[in-house]
């Protein structure tokens, strides 16, 4: 069976595999812009964004982790808008756009593994926080059974796709404020560890701006490049009447907040309490609540995790191996490895494969949005559309490849510090710039002969995106 006939096989299943190999067709678009945008709020209620505020304020000072946080909504923001509306005008996500954005089918695998090891990575950080609050409260229960336990539970409630994590996150949302203001209340009522306002606070020897500004950009750029990308699986199934409202929605309101409100609060809390684990401050705040706290807000990030991860591994198998044993396999291997890698401990040591993710997921998003923007819409370089069957694509298109390459080895020598601390701590960003103008420069170059092996007249004019 030829690629193009097993992708239209997939493309014909049931909305359970949520098209995974392929573009969502017109018809099946059909969620509003409210829905996603509440779906995408799974990473943005992260504890994470908690304990990112806290360290950066007790570390680096309130005001150089407030200044931080807006550079990241902005920054985060525009690139996530951008990304949302190529995802809802072609019907796919980051990883089938890659494959004629500039990557070629076999270029585009790789970055589609890449990407799946980075929420399987994320997947056991997020679970590794839960564990951890959980064993603080219960020691008797042995970590390992914890493990077992909440890395398997995100595995059946990811069985049935978009649909049922719509109603997950719809269901627990009104749980999470609910918790969120109990915590900031019991918070209010314990008496703060600084005397003056928390905006003010700022460590014996640090100053505002400066080296600890940079490094709080540092800390930001590690997360930065998932959020902006993670929108593109579920903004392919927005209805195309909520296009203008939509993309915005889903671009910006995740960063505003993840950065702004859930970091914001991190950096509150942090100051006030004088602690910058939020594993053990909302534990207590609010006891066994805040251990139900931690558990709602972690199974509600690691389910996106587990459908993000499941995706880029089919993509990747299908791709690479032919290999399509559909997506809830994927769902699977994706909360077993996580699984494993939680038991073997990888998470204390994340620290530099973390580093790289930053480096790799901003680069990879603005090739992306540069190759749509300025070479497809302004140079008129390449086809107006996005092609995702191998029949009609080159294995390699020296543009993207070449570009993400050449900006991630040299953004990683960057975050190392080879290249001096101003660099070392903007690295992702300084890699994301490199990438753009390599990208800008070898379409030129080569002339977009790379992008289609075979120009495609099946494809309906309202999925061109130039």
Same mark, same amino acid.
Not at 117 to 125: D, E, P, S, V
Not at 156 to 165: A, S, T, V
Not at 258 to 284: D, H, K, Q, S
Not at 326 to 342: D, E, K, Q, S
């Given at each position: 069976?030829?690629?193009?006939? =097993?992708?239209?096989?997939?493309?014909?299943?049931?909305?359970? /595999?949520?098209?995974?190999?392929?573009?969502?067709?017109?018809?099946?678009?059909?969620?509003?812009?409210?829905?996603?945008?509440?779906?995408?709020?799974?990473?943005? !209620?992260?504890?994470?964004?908690? *304990?990112?505020?806290?360290?950066?304020?007790?570390?680096? @000072?309130?005001?150089?982790?407030?200044?931080?946080?807006?550079?990241?909504?902005?920054?985060?923001?525009?690139?996530?808008?951008?990304?949302?509306?190529?995802?809802?005008?072609?019907?796919?996500?980051?990883?089938?756009?890659?494959?004629?954005?500039?990557?070629? #089918?076999?270029?585009?695998?790789?970055?589609?593994?890449?990407?799946?090891?980075?929420?399987?990575?994320?997947?056991?950080?997020?679970?590794?926080?839960?564990?951890?609050?959980?064993?603080?409260?219960?020691?008797?229960?042995?970590?390992?059974?914890?493990?077992?336990?909440?890395?398997?539970?995100?595995?059946?409630?990811?069985?049935?796709?978009?649909?049922?994590?719509?109603?997950? *996150?719809?269901?627990?949302?009104?749980?999470?404020?609910?918790?969120?203001?109990?915590?900031?209340?019991?918070?209010?009522?314990?008496?703060?560890? #600084?005397?003056?306002?928390?905006?003010?606070? =700022?460590?014996?020897?640090? *100053?505002?701006?400066? !080296?600890?500004?940079?490094?709080?950009? @540092?800390?930001?750029?590690?997360? =930065?490049?998932?959020?902006?990308?993670?929108?593109? /699986?579920?903004?392919?199934?927005?209805?195309?009447? /909520?296009?203008?409202?939509?993309?915005?929605?889903?671009?910006?309101?995740?960063?505003?907040?993840?950065?702004?409100? =859930?970091?914001?609060?991190?950096? %509150?809390?942090?100051?006030?309490?004088?602690?910058?684990?939020?594993?053990?401050?909302?534990?207590?705040?609010?006891?066994?609540?805040?251990?139900?706290?931690?558990?709602?807000?972690?199974?509600?990030?690691?389910?996106?995790?587990?459908?993000?991860?499941?995706?880029?591994?089919?993509?990747?198998?299908?791709?690479?191996?032919?290999? !399509?044993?559909?997506?809830?396999? %994927?769902?699977?291997?994706?909360?077993?490895?996580?699984?494993?890698?939680?038991?073997?401990?990888?998470? /204390?040591?994340?620290?530099?494969?973390?580093?790289?993710?930053?480096?790799?997921?901003?680069?990879?998003?603005?090739?992306?949005?540069?190759?749509?923007?300025?070479?497809?819409?302004?140079?008129?370089?390449?086809? @107006?559309?996005?092609?995702?069957?191998?029949?009609?694509?080159?294995?390699?298109?020296?543009?993207?490849?070449?570009?993400?390459?050449?900006?991630?080895?040299?953004?990683?020598?960057?975050?190392?510090?080879?290249?001096?601390?101003?660099? *070392?701590?903007?690295?992702?960003?300084?890699?994301?710039?490199?990438?753009?103008?390599?990208?800008?420069?070898?379409?030129?170059?080569?002339?977009?002969?790379?992008?289609?092996?075979?120009?495609?007249?099946?494809?309906?004019?309202?999925?061109?995106?130039?």
């Amino acid at each position: 069976m030829d690629s193009t006939n =097993m992708t239209e096989n997939h493309l014909s299943e049931s909305k359970g /595999d949520d098209y995974s190999l392929g573009r969502v067709p017109r018809e099946k678009r059909n969620m509003g812009w409210l829905s996603i945008t509440n779906i995408t709020f799974g990473i943005a !209620t992260a504890i994470f964004y908690f *304990q990112m505020g806290s360290v950066m304020a007790l570390q680096f @000072g309130a005001i150089n982790a407030i200044i931080s946080a807006v550079y990241a909504i902005i920054v985060a923001g525009i690139l996530g808008t951008f990304i949302a509306y190529l995802s809802a005008k072609s019907g796919m996500n980051v990883n089938l756009i890659s494959r004629g954005g500039g990557f070629g #089918y076999i270029g585009a695998s790789l970055t589609s593994l890449i990407y799946a090891t980075n929420f399987i990575m994320y997947c056991a950080l997020e679970g590794m926080i839960l564990v951890a609050a959980v064993h603080e409260f219960f020691p008797v229960i042995p970590e390992w059974a914890l493990i077992l336990f909440f890395g398997t539970i995100v595995i059946p409630l990811n069985w049935f796709g978009i649909k049922q994590l719509d109603k997950l *996150q719809k269901w627990s949302l009104p749980l999470f404020f609910v918790f969120l203001i109990a915590a900031i209340v019991m918070a209010f009522m314990t008496p703060s560890e #600084y005397d003056g306002y928390f905006w003010s606070y =700022m460590p014996e020897g640090v *100053q505002a701006g400066g !080296t600890a500004l940079l490094l709080c950009i @540092g800390m930001q750029h590690g997360i =930065m490049g998932l959020t902006p990308l993670l929108a593109s /699986d579920y903004a392919r199934f927005l209805k195309p009447k /909520d296009m203008k409202i939509g993309i915005f929605a889903i671009g910006f309101i995740p960063q505003i907040f993840c950065f702004g409100v =859930m970091g914001g609060l991190g950096i %509150w809390f942090g100051v006030r309490l004088g602690e910058p684990n939020p594993g053990v401050y909302i534990v207590l705040l609010l006891g066994i609540f805040g251990v139900l706290f931690t558990m709602l807000t972690q199974i509600r990030i690691n389910i996106t995790n587990v459908y993000s991860g499941s995706l880029s591994l089919a993509n990747f198998f299908e791709n690479a191996f032919k290999f !399509t044993p559909g997506r809830r396999f %994927w769902v699977v291997v994706t909360g077993v490895a996580a699984i494993i890698l939680m038991l073997g401990g990888i998470v /204390d040591h994340l620290e530099l494969a973390m580093t790289f993710q930053g480096v790799f997921l901003m680069t990879w998003a603005t090739i992306l949005v540069v190759d749509a923007v300025i070479v497809k819409k302004l140079l008129k370089i390449g086809p @107006g559309y996005y092609e995702a069957r191998q029949s009609n694509l080159f294995k390699w298109n020296p543009v993207g490849v070449t570009a993400l390459l050449i900006s991630c080895i040299l953004g990683t020598i960057a975050a190392l510090g080879f290249i001096g601390e101003f660099l *070392q701590s903007t690295a992702a960003f300084f890699a994301a710039l490199l990438a753009a103008i390599i990208t800008i420069v070898l379409s030129i170059s080569t002339k977009g002969k790379y992008y289609v092996r075979k120009e495609a007249n099946d494809i309906d004019k309202e999925d061109y995106i130039a």
